[in-house]
């Protein structure tokens, strides 16, 4: 059986027809910079946590969507050398660029771009988002598709990803109220940041803000006699005293 050459399916799809774009260069890089996709704040463990918003895609009438994907790469080249992780907002787009053009943008992103994608959250995924994705993941990326996870709720992707740093388009919330009446957020983003503490003190009171105050006299002697008794010894003097 032959594999599957994406440059041959490539080449049997029509020509889109050029669009003259009633955005300037610069305001199209602007609206991709800061409406279709951008940096918002890291997931759980700390790595770069990229959204896109469909619902900020302009008229593919009056806006050349081919203009538009270097600007879109050029976003992404900025994170894919580390793991980093994408939420696409599907739920509220208004335009919707032709399978045609997806299929072209999908065969720009090469493996530089899937290799550190750690996950793809689909949140509010209709039946075109799924087709699509489900399409191109099964017949060209097998392996890309055990990254993609559909997301029904904006309370469903807080259990994902930190969603209170997340900037999220009011016309995504309008289109989550069609699954939920409210938006429930795990308990453990409200414990607020989190403070390094030593037996109860943040270290800052020990140490001082700028580590002023030296290591405590406490973490020497400690260090000292793990030297001179040996780690295991240590343990087990402290073993006995604890029984």
């Given at each position: 059986?032959?594999?599957?050459?994406?440059?041959?399916?490539?080449?049997?799809l029509?020509?889109?027809?050029?669009?003259?774009?009633?955005?300037t260069?610069?305001?199209l890089?602007?609206?991709?910079?800061?409406?279709?996709?951008?940096?918002?704040?890291?997931?759980?463990?700390?790595?770069?946590?990229?959204?896109?918003?469909?619902?900020?895609?302009?008229?593919?009438?009056?806006?050349?969507?081919?203009?538009?994907?270097?600007?879109?790469?050029?976003?992404?080249?900025?994170?894919?050398?580390?793991?980093?992780?994408?939420?696409?907002?599907?739920?509220?787009?208004?335009?919707?660029?032709?399978?045609?053009?997806?299929?072209?943008?999908?065969?720009?992103?090469?493996?530089?771009?899937?290799?550190?994608?750690?996950?793809?959250?689909?949140v509010?995924?209709?039946?075109?988002?799924?087709?699509?994705?489900?399409?191109?993941?099964?017949?060209?990326?097998?392996?890309?598709?055990?990254?993609?996870?559909?997301?029904?709720?904006?309370?469903?992707?807080?259990?994902?990803?930190?969603?209170?740093?997340?900037?999220?388009?009011?016309?995504?919330?309008?289109?989550?109220?069609?699954?939920?009446?409210?938006?429930?957020?795990?308990?453990i983003?409200?414990?607020?940041?989190?403070t390094?503490?030593?037996?109860?003190?943040?270290?800052?009171?020990?140490?001082?803000?700028?580590?002023?105050?030296?290591?405590?006299?406490?973490?020497?002697?400690?260090?000292?006699?793990?030297?001179?008794?040996?780690?295991?010894?240590?343990?087990?003097?402290?073993?006995?005293?604890?029984?």
């Open positions: 059986m032959s594999s599957f050459s994406f440059s041959g399916l490539r080449s049997m029509p020509a889109i027809s050029s669009v003259t774009s009633i955005h260069e610069k305001e890089s602007e609206l991709v910079e800061t409406k279709i996709i951008y940096q918002s704040g890291v997931d759980l463990e700390s790595k770069p946590l990229l959204v896109f918003c469909a619902c900020n895609l302009p008229n593919p009438k009056d806006t050349d969507y081919d203009q538009m994907l270097p600007l879109i790469l050029a976003k992404l080249d900025q994170f894919v050398e580390s793991d980093y992780t994408v939420v696409l907002f599907s739920g509220g787009a208004v335009y919707r660029p032709s399978w045609v053009w997806l299929l072209k943008a999908y065969s720009k992103l090469s493996r530089k771009y899937k290799k550190n994608l750690k996950n793809l959250y689909v509010h995924p209709s039946r075109w988002p799924r087709l699509i994705l489900d399409m191109m993941n099964i017949v060209i990326s097998p392996k890309f598709a055990r990254k993609v996870v559909y997301v029904e709720t904006i309370s469903k992707l807080a259990s994902y990803v930190p969603i209170k740093q997340i900037q999220i388009p009011d016309a995504v919330y309008d289109c989550n109220l069609q699954f939920e009446s409210q938006i429930i957020i795990p308990s983003y409200d414990k607020g940041p989190y390094p503490l030593a037996f109860g003190v943040p270290l800052e009171s020990l140490m001082g803000h700028d580590a002023e105050l030296g290591v405590p006299q406490f973490f020497y002697e400690c260090v000292e006699f793990v030297r001179t008794q040996g780690f295991y010894c240590s343990l087990n003097i402290i073993h006995d005293k604890l029984v």
